[in-house]
């Protein structure tokens, strides 16, 4: 079993010291318990959170435990008659070829997927898993009307490409920031938004102003930091803002420099704004209404995604980093089964 333990809580980028990959028997299974082959691991900007001492919506991995993380995979060996073997199933599956799913632990829940499979493996972490299901509460928290500004951040990412396509088909006009050219061209031709504007212009504040002449109505708020406060000082009365992630932290998170430099707040008051966070685990109850929706759109072609799939769990750590520096676009998957 190969798979990474977190030794000790980096500061910046993941290193090799901080997540330590190791080789170690796959376990024997108990009664209760079943045996899970990974495939798939989603690679998530939370992964880092949860490597971090920052207060969260659960606890952070334990230092020397597994690396905590979603995939997807197949029963192998199990002793739990809810998940036989050779089903296919999403969950904490950790970083690491085999996890032991135990019915006893809450972290050890798995859902078992649809046989025959209606997508690919990969989607059930990306579109029809939990990056797919947040941008659609997010963008239901939102309310976007008809003929209103949404604007998207972090917009070619995971959560992102899908949040600014679900607005653009309640008939919002949707304007999009991401690293780079090339993501903003992929954005506006091929996805469909109104506008993107590239974070790393050396205007890219002028150019939002441009983009988005009549203010903005709803913000999905990915990021944080200076993109999120001058979005701020743009609302219009009565801005929805839902807060699905501030990702501009996350690498370097301290009770310092959390969010610093905000100047806008004002404006959350002056607009009568509502700015609401949400945790897509809060809502499991829905999955299964939203990933029937968001289905029905993928198989009608109005809906897209775009997957980067990376090969081989040796790997993820890199691969999160380099995510985190903005250098993949859409669902980010290390393919983990080796034949
Ligand atoms: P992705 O890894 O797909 O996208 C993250 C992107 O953020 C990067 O590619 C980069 O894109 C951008 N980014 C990184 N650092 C910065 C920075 N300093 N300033 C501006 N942009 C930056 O992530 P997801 O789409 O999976 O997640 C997006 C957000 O949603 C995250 O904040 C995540 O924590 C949150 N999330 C929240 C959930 C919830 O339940 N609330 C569930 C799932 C995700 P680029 O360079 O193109 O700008």
Same mark, same amino acid.
Not at 186 to 211: N, P, S, T
């Given at each position: 079993?190969?798979?990474?333990?977190?030794?000790?809580?980096?500061?910046?980028?993941?290193?090799?010291?901080?997540?330590?990959?190791?080789?170690?028997?796959?376990?024997?299974?108990?009664?209760?318990?079943?045996?899970?082959? @990974?495939?798939?691991?989603?690679?998530?900007?939370?992964?880092? +959170?949860?490597?971090?001492?920052?207060?969260?919506?659960?606890?952070?991995?334990?230092?020397?435990?597994?690396?905590?993380?979603? &995939?997807?995979?197949? /029963?192998?060996?199990?002793?739990?008659?809810?998940?036989? +073997?050779?089903?296919?199933?999403?969950?904490?599956?950790?970083?690491?070829?085999?996890?032991?799913?135990?019915?006893?632990?809450?972290? $050890?829940? %798995?859902?078992?997927?649809?046989?025959?499979?209606?997508?690919?493996?990969?989607?059930?972490?990306?579109?029809?898993?939990?990056?797919?299901?947040?941008?659609?509460?997010?963008?239901?928290? &939102? *309310?976007?009307?008809?003929?209103?500004?949404?604007?998207?951040?972090?917009?070619?990412? =995971?959560?992102?490409?899908?949040?600014?396509?679900?607005?653009?088909?309640?008939? =919002?006009?949707?304007? &999009?920031?991401?690293?780079? !050219?090339?993501?903003?061209?992929?954005? +506006?031709?091929?996805?469909?938004?109104?506008?993107?504007?590239?974070?790393?212009?050396?205007?890219?504040?002028?150019?939002?102003? *441009?983009? @988005?002449?009549?203010?903005?109505?709803? *913000? %999905?708020?990915? +990021?944080?930091?200076?993109?999120?406060?001058?979005?701020?000082?743009?609302?219009?009365?009565?801005?929805?803002? @839902?807060?699905?992630?501030?990702?501009?932290?996350?690498?370097?998170?301290?009770?310092?420099? !959390?969010?610093?430099?905000?100047?806008?707040?004002?404006?959350?008051? $002056?607009?009568?704004?509502?700015?609401?966070?949400?945790?897509? %685990?809060?809502? /499991?109850?829905?999955?299964?209404?939203?990933?029937?929706?968001?289905?029905?759109?993928?198989?009608?072609?109005?809906?897209?995604?775009?997957?980067?799939?990376?090969?081989?769990?040796?790997?993820?750590?890199?691969?999160?980093?380099?995510?985190?520096? &903005?250098?993949?676009?859409?669902? /980010?998957? /290390?393919?983990?089964? @080796?034949?």
């Amino acid at each position: 079993n190969r798979l990474y333990r977190l030794r000790s809580r980096p500061e910046g980028e993941v290193t090799a010291d901080n997540l330590e990959w190791l080789e170690e028997p796959v376990a024997e299974i108990l009664d209760g318990q079943a045996l899970i082959r @990974t495939h798939y691991l989603s690679v998530d900007p939370t992964n880092r +959170v949860w490597m971090s001492a920052m207060r969260s919506y659960i606890p952070p991995v334990e230092l020397n435990a597994v690396m905590r993380g979603a &995939g997807v995979g197949q /029963v192998v060996a199990s002793r739990r008659d809810d998940l036989p +073997v050779g089903s296919f199933v999403v969950g904490l599956t950790g970083w690491q070829d085999y996890c032991v799913a135990d019915a006893a632990s809450e972290d $050890m829940s %798995f859902t078992v997927l649809p046989d025959p499979l209606p997508a690919p493996l990969p989607a059930f972490v990306g579109v029809l898993g939990h990056t797919g299901i947040s941008a659609y509460l997010g963008v239901e928290l &939102g *309310d976007p009307r008809p003929g209103e500004t949404v604007f998207v951040s972090a917009a070619a990412g =995971a959560v992102g490409s899908i949040a600014g396509q679900l607005a653009k088909r309640r008939g =919002a006009r949707v304007v &999009g920031i991401a690293g780079g !050219a090339e993501k903003c061209r992929y954005l +506006v031709e091929e996805l469909g938004f109104d506008a993107c504007i590239d974070r790393h212009a050396g205007d890219w504040q002028k150019q939002l102003d *441009d983009a @988005t002449p009549e203010g903005i109505d709803v *913000d %999905f708020e990915n +990021v944080g930091g200076e993109i999120m406060d001058h979005v701020f000082g743009r609302l219009n009365i009565g801005a929805r803002i @839902t807060l699905c992630g501030l990702v501009s932290e996350y690498n370097d998170y301290n009770e310092d420099n !959390a969010q610093r430099g905000l100047r806008n707040v004002s404006q959350l008051l $002056m607009q009568r704004a509502t700015m609401r966070g949400f945790i897509v %685990f809060d809502h /499991v109850d829905r999955y299964a209404e939203i990933i029937g929706q968001l289905s029905l759109a993928l198989s009608a072609g109005t809906l897209h995604s775009a997957e980067t799939v990376v090969d081989g769990l040796e790997h993820a750590r890199h691969t999160l980093n380099r995510s985190l520096a &903005g250098e993949n676009r859409g669902k /980010v998957v /290390v393919k983990v089964i @080796t034949e």
